[in-house]
């Protein structure tokens, strides 16, 4: 799918400049430049759907979780409490 957007110049001039720096075409960069504002976007809304259920007591602290697998699989703990 191809779109095409009306940017405000001021932003036009700042991917314009990043794209100038990295020797890119003002095209990639901006593709670049909102391919990772989502992935940012979707990272956050997961960890913030991950809160909610830890507040919500959904799900278990990774201690207890660890020594649950720890107990049921055998798997030794470091004095460190991390799995050797």
Do not use: H, W
Not at 51 to 70: D, H, I
């Amino acid at each position: 799918m191809r779109a095409t957007i009306t940017i405000p110049a001021e932003l036009e001039q700042r991917i314009a400049g990043r794209a100038a720096a990295q020797g890119k075409q003002f095209e990639q960069m901006a593709v670049e430049m909102l391919e990772m504002t989502l992935d940012q976007l979707e990272e956050y809304e997961a960890t913030e759907t991950s809160l909610e259920q830890v507040r919500a007591g959904k799900t278990k602290p990774m201690r207890e979780f660890l020594e649950e697998l720890r107990q049921e699989f055998g798997f030794p703990i470091r004095s460190d409490g991390l799995q050797s």
